[in-house]
């Protein structure tokens, strides 16, 4: 499968991938070296991995050795880490509980390269980016917390 071609923007920022399978972690790696501004500085495949290692940018799954790691999660975000979750885990209420706990991005598996590279890379620069399943989750939300989007604001998040 050829890369997709991404444009250097703005200055390199160091990323973390933890995940419990290493095949994740070297495709999400191999991924991330077609990006020149990225460098991967820490891998892990254990919870106690995520607090560990200096960088930007966490890419973790969900999931770690059949746990949901949400508390964890929750810490790191609530400490100021930039978190992308990575997930075969996509029901809407998980998504939306990963998003509210303030995640800078939530990306399924299925999605793969361009839409795991495009949230690192905004998380990097502190912006929003929306994959397809995050905006699929975000439309079709219907609780009473759910902001109150536009016809406009649906329509640009199918």
Do not use: C
Request: proline share 7%; charged share 20%; hydrophobic share 45%.
């Amino acid at each position: 499968m050829a890369g997709i071609p991404m444009a250097r923007t703005g200055p390199a920022f160091d990323v973390g991938i933890v995940d419990d399978h290493p095949v994740v972690i070297d495709g999400v790696r191999a991924w991330l070296a077609e990006e020149p501004s990225v460098r991967v500085r820490h891998t892990g495949e254990t919870t106690t991995d995520l607090y560990s290692g200096a960088v930007d940018v966490l890419i973790v799954d969900l999931n770690l050795n059949g746990r949901l790691v949400l508390p964890d999660i929750g810490e790191l975000t609530a400490a100021g880490r930039r978190l992308v979750v990575f997930s075969q885990f996509t029901e809407d209420s998980l998504v939306l509980n990963v998003l509210n706990m303030g995640v800078a991005g939530f990306v399924a598996k299925s999605e793969g390269q361009a839409h795991l590279l495009h949230p690192v890379r905004a998380a990097a620069a502190d912006r929003p980016y929306v994959p397809p399943t995050t905006a699929g989750v975000l439309v079709s939300d219907r609780s009473p917390a759910a902001p109150h989007l536009s016809q406009q604001e649906r329509a640009s998040l199918l």
